[in-house]
């Protein structure tokens, strides 16, 4: 299957899934809502443009936003960790391994520690500042911070759970086109 194919069918994948199934639960707890839609901003190649990699994160987030009625909360994150991923990655892992070895983020193609730690950090700063601008402002600190880390873990735990369930076969680039 073609790169484009397979990104198209999980860009669909992905709002389908946080539309009609995971913005359908109620809230577990007051602190405890799922969110994974951005896990395909995460999973795209190494090599995206990154002017290309804003514009799909743009349309992505307002995707999401066109089927939930609440526009720009969405897609704000998704822009501002599509703009954060590339820093992130050159700072985890030698470009040369990149550029020459996978196609696309993955526990095989940057190791176990780099790559949690890149979904940690990029889902900590999408929940952080969904939720801020949820809220468009503070309130009680400790709830702010509460709904913050449960929905950090909560997204991290089905994030998790779909690297074991969709298992993505790490392919090497190869010279040939």
Do not use: C
């Amino acid at each position: 299957m073609s790169s484009l194919l397979k990104n198209i069918i999980r860009f669909i994948l992905f709002v389908l899934v946080q539309v009609y199934i995971l913005n359908q639960v109620p809230p577990l707890h007051k602190y405890f809502v799922p969110y994974i839609y951005f896990l395909y901003i995460l999973w795209l190649p190494f090599n995206i443009n990154r002017l290309f990699l804003l514009v799909v994160a743009f349309v992505y987030g307002l995707t999401v936003d066109f089927f939930t009625g609440w526009y720009g909360l969405y897609t704000a994150p998704t822009v501002l960790i599509a703009y954060l991923r590339p820093f992130l990655l050159n700072l985890l892992i030698p470009q040369e391994t990149t550029e020459q070895s996978y196609i696309e983020p993955s526990i095989r193609s940057m190791g176990a520690t780099p790559y949690s730690l890149y979904i940690v950090l990029l889902t900590f700063i999408h929940q952080f500042y969904f939720v801020l601008i949820e809220w468009l402002q503070f309130g009680s600190f400790n709830l702010f911070i509460g709904k913050v880390a449960g929905s950090t873990v909560l997204s991290l735990l089905l994030i998790f759970i779909a690297e074991l369930l969709f298992f993505r076969k790490a392919k090497y680039r190869t010279n040939a086109a």
